[in-house]
């Protein structure tokens, strides 16, 4: 499975900006996907996932209520929404594939690589 975010860029604090992720190669509507993002010098981390249907997702508590993962299966992309950015949300965006609905890093298989996203104050 190949996955290729797009969607990033240089917004100012309190903006939206949805991040898109394009899969190909495989069956990715059997798959879970995810969204983790990683700030410089810092783990990546988890930030939402969401199930084959799309009808069950899950958020991290620091984008919970801001953020929005949703899925198009018949496009094979799944969108990352978000909303109320702040500084704090500044990383390089990455989506991937699990087998169950999960916010360990170690339960995603394939990953793609990564979209920048910085939020100024």
């Known amino acids: 499975v190949q996955l290729v975010e797009s969607g990033g860029g240089l917004v100012q604090a309190g903006a939206s900006l949805r991040v898109s992720c394009a899969a190909s190669?495989?069956?990715?509507?059997?798959?879970?996907m995810g969204w983790f993002r990683q700030a410089p010098g810092k783990e990546r981390q988890f930030v939402a996932a969401?199930?084959?249907?799309?009808?069950?997702?899950y958020y991290a508590d620091s984008v919970k209520g801001r953020f929005t993962i949703s899925r198009d299966n018949a496009k094979n992309t799944v969108y990352l929404q978000m909303n109320s950015l702040g500084p704090e949300d500044t990383a390089v965006y990455y989506c991937?594939?699990?087998?169950?609905?999960?916010?360990?890093?170690?339960?995603?298989?394939?990953w793609g690589q990564g979209t920048q996203v910085t939020v100024s104050s």
């Open positions: 190669g495989g069956t990715y509507s059997r798959y879970y």
């Open positions: 969401i199930s084959w249907g799309g009808s069950i997702t």
């Open positions: 991937a594939t699990s087998r169950r609905l999960a916010s360990a890093r170690g339960e995603y298989e394939y």
